[in-house]
């Protein structure tokens, strides 16, 4: 059975940082895309920041470049989103998700075309 667990979030001020955790167990890490996804209320989820072991490939969301790095760790099936410089349009409930199916793109998955597994979510405030 897949699992994700998100840890992390909070309430912080604009241009302070956070550091989302996704643990993760149920498959095999390197084989799948996995990523971070929002929904703030009233507006659709979109995919924040991705990685793809099998191709080697990040994403990340326009609105983020260059404030958010992703990262994971195989050893210990863990996947990060660093979070510099919020901003109040942060706020959202931050999703991690793993594609269903392995070896796609993360621009792919990010881009919210692939099916996907689903943790609890996290709530990330950003106050001015």
């Known amino acids: 059975e897949v699992q994700l667990v998100e840890s992390g979030g909070g309430l912080v001020q604009a241009g302070r940082s956070l550091r989302l955790s996704c643990a993760t167990s149920?498959?095999?890490?390197?084989?799948?895309?996995i990523g971070w996804f929002r929904q703030a209320p009233g507006k659709e989820r979109e995919g924040v920041s991705c990685i793809s072991k099998s191709d080697s490939s990040k994403y990340y969301a326009d609105s983020v470049k260059g404030r958010f790095t992703i990262s994971s760790d195989s050893a210990k099936k863990m996947v990060y989103l660093r979070m510099n410089s919020l901003a109040p349009d942060d706020t959202a409930v931050y999703y991690c998700?793993?594609?269903?199916?392995?070896?796609?793109?993360?621009?792919?998955?990010?881009?919210?075309?692939?099916?996907?597994?689903w943790g609890q979510g996290t709530q990330v405030t950003v106050s001015s």
């Open positions: 998700a793993v594609d269903k199916a392995s070896y796609g793109s993360s621009w792919s998955f990010c881009r919210g075309w692939h099916s996907a597994h």
């Open positions: 149920g498959f095999t890490f390197d084989d799948y895309a």
